[in-house]
């Protein structure tokens, strides 16, 4: 059975820091990727950060324009669990994050590309 459980999510003022984690059960997708989305109310999903194992301790990752300078996306092999680390957080980053994971994409900001997701957690940034 696989499944993957975000937790981490909470209340922060702005320009403060939360660190999301994603444990994955069930199936490691070493071939494939696990990302990191969230949404807004009214909004579509959005692509925030991905990470792809290249071998080895090696890792590939990439993120949308518009938080590449302030969260951080890791991986802990050994635990099957993806980080979200978010910095200098706004109120427009309100919103929930989901994890999503996909033994086959490469390299996608799509969510309908991904075959797993988690339940979600609720981030709220005040102003």
């Known amino acids: 059975q696989v499944q993957l459980v975000e937790s981490g999510g909470g209340l922060v003022q702005a320009g403060g820091s939360l660190r999301l984690s994603c444990a994955a059960s069930?199936?490691?997708?070493?071939?494939?990727?696990m990302a990191w989305f969230r949404q807004a109310p009214g909004k579509e999903r959005a692509f925030l950060a991905a990470?792809?194992?290249?071998?080895?301790?090696?890792?590939?990752?990439y993120y949308a324009d518009s938080v590449k300078a302030r969260f951080t996306i890791s991986r802990d092999i050994t635990k099957n669990t993806v980080y979200l680390q978010m910095n200098s957080l706004r109120p427009e980053d309100t919103a929930v994050y989901y994890c999503?994971?996909?033994?086959?994409?490469?390299?996608?900001?799509?969510?309908?590309?991904?075959?797993?997701w988690g339940q979600g957690t609720r981030v709220t940034v005040s102003s």
């Open positions: 999503a994971a996909d033994d086959s994409v490469v390299d996608s900001r799509r969510a309908n590309d991904y075959d797993y």
């Open positions: 069930g199936r490691t997708f070493s071939r494939g990727a």
């Open positions: 990470i792809r194992w290249t071998g080895g301790a090696t890792y590939y990752t």
